[in-house]
């Protein structure tokens, strides 16, 4: 469905990507993992068009979508840090969005689910950086869409939040879909992730399962292994 | 004693009958066809009445004292052959005609009317067409010059004669006329204790009031506007000009008001707007400039080092792009309780005159006196700003001028 | 475009910066107003106020804006729409505002003291005209600084400065070279240098209808050629629009390369 060939991305002397390729077909959770710098924001907002790959192309359904924009509808993003115009409401943004993607959904259960009801109507300024979280969520995946990417999804959510977003994300992968996500939070991996995608220094260091991860590494456990690798490549 | 009486009366009634002039009518089915006939026939003091219509004529000389008077506004036209109406003698009144088409003649300064060395004469209520000079009062004295419309043909400055044109003339009373179109709307040389009022000269190719070496002179009311250099006044003193309208004059060398040595006169409730320079004083000395307005002038009043002793009091200067401008570096006039509507002072004793004074002078005037291209940046930030900077401690804009006493709001006294 | 920019614009215009804004001029128009109880002096002191003012205001709160609301666009840019649009959008909703913001305060003033009836009408449409367009131009030098640089104190640091060559160095400089060389003819060199900076050119095409006709002939053939004439309100107004759109298509272009 989505496939990555070829990316490489430098910023200046910095090479943040190099020649990376990767395909989701199948629907699962897949976390992309690497230290501090690996490129993993980057690989994320290539493939939303938001950084331009220096060399490379990405493919959606075998149609090529480099510079084109109307794939974005058929994915759903949830940035990293939740920041929106102070003087609009939750109600309005929300409103924004749907127009923007000319589509119709019932946002009311998200809604419900983050228990987002009573803050809807007041200005972005006066929310704490937890209820724009869960707005952020709710703008993210309002949506039916294929794939799903969050960066850094957990940040900033409180214990209850977590619980709901888990049960929606494996709700979400029961459905069927491709989701893509960062994340530092090694239980969330293990939790959910179907397959996991480490990255270092711009390359595809490994991809695969846990179980073959920790074959691989000879470890007893996620957190170990990654360790190990880190250590291993000077990165500790 | 009652015979004594009446004897007296019969005479006096003899006398008088013998005093009382004729009655002469030119037209269709009167007694004459033309004007130069009846003119040739009539006596002194006869009265010669002209009906409505077209008379073709060459120049009529009048040698003897007649009142000549159009009904109707009979049309005289010189069919730009020769001049028209000469007067050569005293106390000729022509009234009500319309007079046309008058050739150029720059040797002889060929005109409508022409009063040569004639006192005591009555020009009036006539319209003056396409005429070299409009009406010309060569040395003669005494004579009135009222409600004519004079409307010339001028297009160059080099080949046009001005509208009324005195040459020393004095006591002349110039009134309630319309000039246009010539090179000068009135013009005076030579003519002392004359009175210009109610007049109104516009679209002239060079000055609307334009005199010289004539002192003892009042202009008042009159509206001088769309004139190609204003009103310039000369060589004069003891002028006094009051309630006129300066306006509209715009050019390089275009004034609201030339001054050039002018002394002891008094300037007061004019209203001088629209114009490039405002006043332009060279020379003016012991003048005294009150209850005139300033109004977007681009320069209110330019004031040469040659001026002196002139006092500038009590005046309105509303947005002039320059209040006062002048190419002195010492100041010897007089500036006192004007209203500067570019003044940012307060008036914390509620006294109406600003705590503050006023520096007219801005330090941009002498930028643009000396690059004139810099005028381009009139109002910027950055000339706003070295402007403030020179009014701190002026370096070279005239450290004493200056009106201390600035007023608050503006003096209202000539509406 | 129109969804961004309406939501946008929403947003502006319940910022309390921007009634802050309408407020100043508010005050400003009518204390200036209530002063000199007199239009023409009004105008001219509003004219030298918002030259320096609405610039500044439009380049430093734009960039503000648009450094604020940089993870709010990031969100966009995932939407299935063109970058150019979100960009778009975001711009007038920045201009438009502003200017709003702008006309309010200094109409209501203005209207009170009779502006429609009087003589001095034009040139305050005029002023209000090419005050709005400096707004569109500084807020499109806002956007373009915020995509140039991601670092907030280099991009203010640019605007303090672009605001401040524009607005005094230029014509310092420009004030100096004409001194240096009064020598030589001038005067289309000192129209081009009027046309190459957007407030002089601003200025001059109020000036053009406010005051600078009276000082006419005082200057050279090529400048009453220019100011006596439409010449100079149509090459005035040309390159006024050249301006408007300058900033914004480098945006765009900037834009459309930019890793966001």
Redesign the interface.
Known sequence: MLEIRNISKSYGKLKVLESVDMTFNDSGIYSILGPNGSGKTTLIKTILGMVIPDKGEIFFDGIKINWTYNYRSKISYLPQIANFPDNLTGRELISMIKDIRNSNLNEEYLINLFDLKNHLDKNMKHLSGGTKQKLNVVLALMFDTPIIILDEPTAGLDPVALISFKKLIKELKKRGKIIILTTHIINLVEEITDKIIFLLEGNIYFKGNIRELLEKTEENNLEEAIAKILKENGNV | MNLCKYIKLFVLLILFSQLQSKTLTVGQNQMFSDLKTAVKIAVDYDTIIVFSGYYKLNKLNINKPLTILGKNNPILDATNKSELIVINSDSVTLKGFTLQNIPNNFTEDWAAIRLNKSRYCLIEDNHIYNSFFGIYLNRSLNCMIKHNKIIGKAKKEFDAGNAIHLWYSDNALIENNYAGKHRDGIYLEFTKNSRIVFNTSENNLRYGLHFMFCDNNVYKKNIFRFNGAGVAVMFSKNVNMHSNVFSDN?????YGLLLKDIVDSKITKNIIK???IGIHADGASRCFIKNNEF?????AIRILGSSVNDTIFENNF??N?FDISTNSTFNKNYYINNYW??YTGYDLDKDGIGDIPYRPVKLFSY??A????????????????IEFAESISPIFTPQNLIDNYPLM?PVKCWK | MFKVFKYSLFDQTRSKWIYLYTLFFFLVSYAMLYLNNDLMSGLTNLLNISLLICPLVSIIFGTMYFYNSREFTDLLLAQPIKRTTILLGQYFGLSSSLSLAYLLGNLIPFILYGVIVSDIFISFIMLLIAVVSLTFIFSGFAIMISLITDNRIKGFGFSIFLWLFMTFIYDGIFLLTLFLFSDYPMEIFSISVTMLNPVDLARILIMLKLDITSMLGYTGAVFNKFFGSETGIMISSITLIFWLFMPVILSMKIGKRKDF
């Open positions: 715009i050019g390089s060398s275009s629209n114009n490039t109004s977007k002038n681009g320069w509303f947005s792009s509507s570019k930028i643009t000396n690059s004139k291209e810099s005028l381009i940046l009139l109002r910027s930030f950055f000339v706003t700003l709001n």
